[in-house]
């Protein structure tokens, strides 16, 4: 494949796609025993056996391939390669990824790794994971695994998927193992635990001599205000400071946020955990590409008045909540009368793709950036014929994806574009009602058929103009 060739595929999640939760020597991971019982499993589901990828994979790179695209993300489950988080690797975790990594090359997918997507093993989880400092080395130590493991094969890496967001459903909404509620000190402890452990893996992978490129992957959280709010610049700065900018700096430039640490002792969040010494680490561990996971902007205005609360909508059209939060004293979400809603209370917003990326080249350069997740979740019945007209998919990822090119033309150092998810998958807290797949997945039969729904066909269609367009240019 060219070294510029443009990357369109697709991305999953191990947790959400693999099942095999207890085969061939996996270890448990938080989300085996979150899922097994804990009630705020509110929807009861778990990714036992999700749309069963550990026997179905070839089956959905061929999918894949034969919808035109030559990329392919998906994540490593760290208990299925370190059953008990450190120590003894399992042979038949690294068989298995070795068998996906193989098939994707021979079908012409270039393989896209995340480390770690949301799933620790519940031996590191039990230990208070990162929250606590001694998950950062136990982090580098199975990297060191997976690059020894794979990295003769595999070009693009990610360190972390989501750092911020991990960290907010686990410390401030609580939906997510640990599930804390409210808690700023351990969200930004884990952030900042989290930049530390990627910017660690990072320094270790350019050691190794090892010839790809490595990144971490954020949540787009590209901060607009609404036109009544009275001190927007202000507002800008806190959000900025809450949600991505120290993974941002850390990773990119090598550095804090000069405002953070005031900010944080100005409201009384510990920040005993920072270390001089890490100072050091950020500067060796710059990532090479940064991840952008895009669905929606942070739509802000000055707080108004309560005490800070989250909301967020696990129960799809059962609830009326829209996601947002109001932070006393800081800021709180506001609604744009002029923006669709998902039935999850998730704003629709395609320009924040392209203000987003704007934004990412403003202020840190002509960094690398791929587009590693961006769909639309729905509810699905196939028709008489097994077929799912997906119209509100096409349109929404069309929209998004034309301003990802628009900012393209603007400068933009796009390198490639990922659709969450090739196929139906299980959508954490949300379970299977909630489905994202450009193909079907029965999740009533046990042989989980699949079917390509009728975005399966427009993307197919897309890249190949794409494609063609830019080689007649």
Known sequence: MSADAFLWGGATASYQCEGAWNEDGKGLGEWDVFSHGNPLNINGATGDVSCDFYHHFREDIDMMASGSQNTFRFSISWSRILPEGTGKVNEKGIDFYNSVIDYCLEK????????FHYDLPNAIAEKGGFANRETIDDFVAYARVCFEAFGDRVKLWATINEPRYYAYCSNMVGNYPPNHSLDFDRYFKVCYHEAVASAKAVALYHSMGLTGQIGIVIDSCNVETSPETREPELI?????????????????RGELPGALVPFLRENDIDTSYIKFEDMLTFQRGKIDFLGLNVYNRMYLTDYSEGETEVFHNNRGAWSKKKEGIRIKDWFETTDDPNTKRNLWGREIYPKCMYNALMEIRGRYGDIPVYITENGHGCYETPGPD???????????MQGYIDNMIKAMDDGCNVKGYYAWSPMDLYSWVNGYEKRYGLVYVDFDDPARPRTPKKSYYWYKQLIEDYRHDRESQ
């Open 236 to 252: 800008k700065l806190k959000a900025d400071l809450f949600y991505d900018q120290l993974v941002l700096d850390t990773s990119i």
């Open 108 to 115: 012409g997918l270039e393989p896209n790794v995340t480390l």
């Open 386 to 396: 097994g077929r799912v007209e997906d119209d509100d998919r096409i349109d929404m």
